[in-house]
């Protein structure tokens, strides 16, 4: 690792995956249930993921780490081409952190997992037949006219089929801008996915908006926490914890820094999976 701006960071990415295997492997083996060829196709993921976005090298390593091992809980791989989950880099002030983001086919997999039957969104246009009644949402529009024809975008709504009952919500395009704008640190970036897909983020909001109404299953709950990041809506009260390199660097640098979580794991048995995986992870990650 290196100093830059008395923070360290990583070197290079070779740097980055040998930290990732000496200080996280094990846990990313236990989150794939032993599975050394998941573990190892994830690490390899993670590299590559880094190696395309070279602004992750620069963010604090445990903020970066601390994603990847997030994204690992959900048995998720980190690629833009899925669209389950991103490591996005954001600057705060003088710093670089990498934030864990949930993408619109995460969260449909999650809903899935939940033992949801069916669960569908779709984007409302001005010249589509559109109403809400007392049975539910009312959509006929004419599959053969392109979307320059139905006419812009004026809602978006989510329904979930869920043991025969029907849960649905609709957002007015309005309200669904105003909301990304209040909760996203980069709504207004020009490379913001806000900007370079428009339709899945706002479907991505509705689906959101939805799960609040099925019954909550542990991996839901978890994912609306450590999906909040971007969408501070019922934040929840998190203990925070200060690793001894954050604390060094926040004595270099004199000023308040957002402390980071330390990595716990779920139970017992989980933290004694973890131990007996070490030796088989460090062989397969090359240690």
């Not at 992750?56 to 690629?79: E, G, H, R, Y």
């Not at 081409?81 to 949930?102: H, N």
């Amino acid at each position: 690792m290196k100093q830059s701006n008395e923070i360290t960071i990583f070197k290079d990415v070779q740097d980055f995956r040998n930290y990732l295997a000496k200080t996280q492997q094990a846990k990313i083996v236990n989150f794939f249930g032993g599975d050394k060829q998941k573990a190892l196709k994830f690490l390899s993921a993670a590299v590559t993921a880094v190696e395309q976005t070279p602004e992750l090298l620069k963010c604090i390593p445990q903020s970066l780490t601390n994603s990847l091992v997030k994204m690992a809980s959900f048995n998720f791989m980190p690629s833009d081409v899925s669209g389950q989950a991103y490591i996005v880099p954001y600057r705060r002030k003088d710093v670089m952190e990498a934030k864990f983001q949930l993408g619109y086919r995460g969260w449909i997999e999650i809903i899935y997992r939940a033992g949801v039957d069916k669960i569908e969104a779709r984007v409302v246009r001005e010249n589509d037949e559109f109403d809400i009644t007392d049975d539910g949402i009312v959509h006929k529009f004419d599959w053969k006219k392109s979307n320059k024809e139905r006419g812009d975008i004026i809602g978006v709504y989510a329904i979930a089929h869920f043991r025969g009952q029907k849960f649905w919500e609709y957002m007015h395009i309005d309200d669904i801008k105003e909301h990304a704008k209040k909760y996203s640190k980069t709504f207004s970036n020009k490379d913001s996915a806000w900007n370079t897909s428009f339709e899945w983020m706002a479907k991505k909001t509705v689906i959101k908006q939805l799960v609040k109404l099925l019954p909550m299953t542990e991996e839901m709950q978890e994912a609306w926490k450590e999906d909040i990041e971007d969408d501070e809506l019922f934040k929840p009260k998190r203990k925070k914890i200060l690793s001894d390199e954050v604390k060094k660097d926040e004595l270099k640098l004199g000023k308040d820094k957002e402390a980071y979580e330390a990595e716990q794991i779920k139970d017992t048995t989980a933290k004694e999976k973890q131990e007996d995986n070490s030796d088989d992870a460090s062989e397969i990650f090359g240690e």
